[in-house]
Structures are given as structure tokens and as C-alpha cells.
């Protein structure tokens, strides 16, 4: 793994990257939605399994947009990684974040795994401090339900 984004031999995944960037920077869902394999899995680091499908992982990506504040990339690695579905290797792209969500300051990472046309076909997201996970969770779980993506909770 290298950590200049512009030494990665796979140009079709860096390209995927810089796009997948500034999409998330301009708050657009139409150039994420482009970026996306329609069997795309999105491995949350508050749900068990995966979001599937590019209609789900668009609108997930909905509620993060509005979810997040003050979110920014702050670096990148790009290299060949294995996948969660099928564990084959793929290339794949790093892209650190912070950001606040529901008072807490995040630390996270986003695994984008591409396919052979440099499409997204995977999604992990990782964060930091347990606080935050959970804060984020909250947030993102009560979109989803707003949205009717996902019903609400039974406990509720």
C-alpha cells in the first residue's frame, strides 16, 4: 500500500477515489449513485451485515450526508485488498475522515473495493471512539426509519 494516491498503478480505482471525494465533499447523491456497482454491499460499523444494493446504499447515503457535520477526507491509501463478500482481491482505496456527528468528533476510515470497471462493489466504514459509533448509529438509524428505508425499532 502506498500513501500518495497519484504512485497507485491502478488508475480506473484512483479515479473512482478522487470522483467518490469530491462527490461526498459536493453533497451529490447523482455522481455517488454513478460510482455504484448495482449489487454494491455497504458494511456499516453499526449493522452485523451488510446494506445491499444500489438503491439501499443510495439511500444510506442520503441520511450520512445529512447526518454528518463538518465532514472532511484528511488522506488517502490506494493498494489491492480482499474483499468481505467473496474474498477475492480487488482494488480497493483508503480515505480517512473526521467529522462530527450528534456532538461527537468521529475518526474514521472508508474501504472502497472497485470491480474490474472501477466501479464501487464494497463499502466498509470504520470508526472511532465507541462514543461516536454509537452517537452515529442513533442518527443514522433514525434517517433511515424517517426515509422508510428501514422500519422502526420494536423496542420503540
Do not use: C, Q, W
Not at 10 to 37: M, P, S
Not at 128 to 133: C, F, G, H, I, K
Request: aromatic share 10%.
Amino acid at each position: 500500500m502506498t500513501s500518495h494516491i497519484h504512485d497507485y498503478e491502478g488508475e480506473d480505482a484512483v479515479t473512482t477515489a478522487d470522483r467518490f471525494r469530491t462527490a461526498v465533499n459536493r453533497r451529490d447523491l447523482a455522481a455517488l449513485d454513478d460510482l455504484f456497482t448495482e449489487d454494491i454491499r455497504f458494511y456499516s460499523p453499526v449493522k452485523f451485515t451488510p446494506f445491499e444494493g444500489k438503491p439501499m446504499v443510495r439511500g444510506l447515503f442520503r441520511v450520512l450526508l445529512r447526518t454528518f457535520e463538518d465532514f472532511r477526507y484528511v488522506g488517502d491509501y490506494t493498494g489491492t485488498a480482499r474483499t468481505s463478500a467473496d474474498d477475492t482481491s480487488a482494488d480497493s482505496a483508503v480515505l480517512l475522515f473526521r467529522a462530527r456527528a450528534g456532538g461527537r468528533e468521529i475518526h474514521g476510515i472508508d474501504l472502497l473495493h472497485f470491480d474490474d470497471d472501477g466501479r464501487i462493489k464494497e463499502f466498509t466504514v470504520m470508526v472511532r471512539p465507541l462514543s461516536a459509533v454509537r452517537a452515529l448509529g442513533e442518527a443514522v438509524l433514525a434517517g433511515l426509519v424517517a426515509d422508510g428505508l428501514v422500519p422502526a425499532p420494536a423496542d420503540r
